[in-house]
């Protein structure tokens, strides 16, 4: 389970009161560890990538959505952490609170951590912190080897940017997002919800 410190920032920003998102008291959810997509269309419509690490959901904030084309490099913008029990939240978020309007879970399953350096595996806290992070997603929509990698020198080195690989689930003449924009869990899109 996450400790306080880890979700520190995630719970200043909320008021629970009037918020319908989980303030996070979930235990890690299986041996195999989880990653979801979700949809949010707060001030702009953008894609939360979260991938189980150490307890808690690291989250990066994708505006223009996941691809399943190599050429696309997305920018991820990291955010706070997320508490594990995020990964199935689906709602709308209250206007005036953070982050405010309608979340679904665009995405969701497990992933593998295929990260190294200089040929040795590194697990994902070490990748979290070098900078560098490369899993293979069995999800429902996204599938195949995504990285992740830190760019820039702003000051909270925030910016990383997100590329699938080019494997057998790379897909350059598709835009998946569009044809497949309903949730995995609820069946509904944005829009709906």
């Not at 299986?30 to 979700?38: D, N």
């Amino acid at each position: 389970m996450a400790d306080a410190d880890q979700l520190g920032t995630y719970r200043r920003k909320r008021d629970f009161a009037k918020t319908p998102e989980p303030a996070g008291e979930a235990a890690a959810f299986g041996p195999e560890p989880i990653f979801v997509v979700q949809k949010h269309r707060a001030s702009h419509l953008h894609y939360d990538f979260r991938l189980e690490i150490e307890g808690v959901l690291a989250s990066w904030a994708v505006p223009k959505s996941p691809s399943t084309n190599p050429a696309d490099k997305r920018l991820a913008m990291r955010v706070e952490d997320h508490p594990l029990d995020y990964a199935s939240f689906e709602g709308t978020i209250p206007e005036g609170e953070y982050g405010a309007g309608v979340v679904i879970v665009w995405d969701a399953g497990f992933y593998r951590n295929v990260t190294e350096h200089k040929g040795k595996p590194r697990s994902m806290t070490e990748g979290l912190e070098e900078g560098y992070l490369r899993l293979e997603l069995l999800g429902k929509k996204l599938r195949g080897v995504y990285s992740l990698a830190r760019f820039g020198r702003d000051a909270q080195e925030r910016r990383w940017l997100l590329a699938k690989s080019r494997d057998e689930y790379a897909d350059d003449s598709r835009d998946i997002t569009a044809e497949e924009p309903q949730s995995v869990l609820s069946g509904k899109t944005i829009e709906e919800m």
